[in-house]
């Protein structure tokens, strides 16, 4: 698979998940390969990936990279609070993941920050999630995250009463049934 059609089933699933705190799902970048693991290694200029805007105004940014040294992290069994931003939204991702169960994927991790320090808390946060593809590729997806621009993320989960909606289980399966068109 190529990162964008990667982007897409995650995009999709961004928005067939109808979650209250997301406002806005969009895509950025034109590569079509990942970025990394340096500016001169790189086998592209651009970053390419997926842009998500919540009700306090924060962004997280999930984008294809290349980035040796990623470690598997559990799921964690609590949700990041909402000043976790990039954990909170990989975690939310593998778990529409984990519901739709898409044919594009044989399997997926979410994965921490190779930088990390190993016994600090941050460590067994997730910062991304590898993808081994159901063509015999693989693709990894890191995410940063900005605060809110306006006022404060809150502090306790905004949504409590959220459910992932029955429209995830469905919402890749006619893309699995159909070729690839990227180009």
């Not at 999709?12 to 209250?20: I, N, Y």
């Not at 990942?34 to 970053?47: C, H, L, Y």
């Not at 320090?117 to 997730?126: E, F, N, Q």
């Not at 459910?163 to 068109?181: D, F, H, N, Y």
Request: charged share 15%; with cysteine; proline share 9%.
């Amino acid at each position: 698979m190529q990162l964008g059609q990667v982007l897409d089933a995650v995009q999709r699933l961004v928005v067939a998940s109808e979650h209250p705190d997301i406002v806005k799902v969009e895509r950025y970048g034109t590569a079509t390969e990942p970025w990394g693991p340096t500016v001169a290694r790189s086998r592209t200029t651009t970053i390419a990936g997926l842009k998500v805007t919540f009700t306090s105004t924060s962004t997280a940014l999930l984008n294809g990279r290349v980035e040796p040294g990623v470690m598997e992290v559990a799921m964690p069994e609590v949700m990041p609070l909402p000043t976790f931003r990039a954990p909170r939204f990989v975690t939310f991702v593998a778990q529409l993941l984990d519901v739709a169960r898409p044919a594009q994927f044989s399997s997926w991790r979410l994965v921490g920050q190779p930088s990390a320090d190993k016994g600090s808390p941050i460590a067994a946060l997730p910062y991304g999630i590898s993808f081994a593809c159901a063509d015999g590729t693989t693709m990894l997806l890191l995410c940063q995250a900005t605060g809110a621009m306006v006022g404060a993320e809150p502090s306790e989960e905004p949504f409590p009463d959220y459910v992932i909606p029955e429209g995830v289980k469905t919402c890749l399966q006619e893309v699995s049934a159909l070729p690839a068109v990227h180009g």
